[in-house]
């Protein structure tokens, strides 16, 4: 057996799912900078099955928030479903399944850390989806949601629709720490793949550090980090007194 498939067949056997269509699920887990060091060679990378995965996620996602909250309007799910299925979302997915470990990455990526690199997982997972799909189809896909994504979702309609930075801003206020500021401290990455990481400081201390292909989407992971690292601070000072 080919030792770049090993990998994917543990990964089958753990997940209990079996591809009938090794070469898709191979396609699934290519990045393109492994492509582009496989010269003359036949690879796919994963780029269009991540497109397939996202329409796919956002059909399976409506779906199961419009049978599991029947007292919700579309906005509320709308905002729901955004927060289901952005990038720290499905990074926190692809995580839990171990899907770093079986990107297939040129040199140059697996040196600077690709396989924990957030936008990189986020898409492995959506071309997963994607691959699943065309392998399966929709049943199989719902199945294997069900089981890694929608069994972590609250059961009770009573869901926080706030987004991080809103949270954020209202605890800073809460407790008087002062005036919120989001910097952004570097861009890397090619322009295709564009990558920023801010930082969320109050006055000059840091509270939080996130990584996204936006701005807007690394704003959002700063805060979260922010918002856990003061609900940390708060279990602490409670425990002390």
């Known amino acids: 057996m080919n030792s770049a498939n090993e990998p994917l067949k543990r990964l089958q056997d753990r997940l209990n799912l079996h591809f009938r269509d090794s070469m898709l699920l191979r396609q699934a887990f290519t990045h393109t900078s492994y492509v582009n060091e496989q010269r003359g060679a036949r690879v796919e990378h994963n780029e269009r099955l991540?497109?397939?995965?996202?329409?796919?996620?956002?059909?399976?996602?409506?779906?199961?928030?419009?049978?599991?909250?029947?007292?919700?309007?579309?906005?509320?799910?709308?905002?729901?479903?955004?927060?289901?299925?952005c990038e720290?979302?499905?990074?926190?997915f692809a995580e839990a399944l171990d899907f770093g470990q079986v990107v297939l990455l040129g040199k140059g990526e697996e040196q600077t850390g690709g396989r924990t690199r957030p936008s990189l997982l986020a898409d492995a997972f959506e071309a997963f989806v994607g691959a699943l799909y065309?392998?399966?189809?929709?049943d199989t896909v719902r199945a294997f949601l069900d089981e890694h994504l929608f069994a972590h979702l609250p059961?009770?309609?009573r869901l926080p629709l706030k987004d991080h930075k809103t949270e954020l801003q209202e605890k800073v206020q809460q407790w008087s720490l002062g005036t919120l500021e989001y910097r952004t401290v570097e861009e890397r990455g090619p322009a295709h793949d564009r990558e920023?990481?801010?930082?969320?400081?109050?006055?000059?201390r840091k509270l939080g550090e996130g990584v996204g292909r936006s701005k807007k989407e690394a704003e959002q992971r700063a805060a979260s980090r922010a918002l856990k690292h003061l609900q940390e601070e708060g279990a602490k000072e409670n425990?002390?007194?």
């Open 50 to 85: 991540e497109f397939l995965g996202d329409a796919v996620l956002q059909l399976t996602v409506s779906e199961t928030l419009y049978r599991m909250y029947p007292d919700r309007p579309e906005g509320e799910l709308t905002r729901l479903r955004a927060s289901i299925v």
């Open 88 to 92: 720290p979302s499905l990074v926190r």
């Open 134 to 138: 065309l392998d399966q189809g929709l």
């Open 155 to 157: 059961k009770t309609s």
């Open 196 to 204: 920023f990481v801010v930082i969320v400081q109050v006055g000059e």
């Open 239 to 241: 425990g002390s007194s």
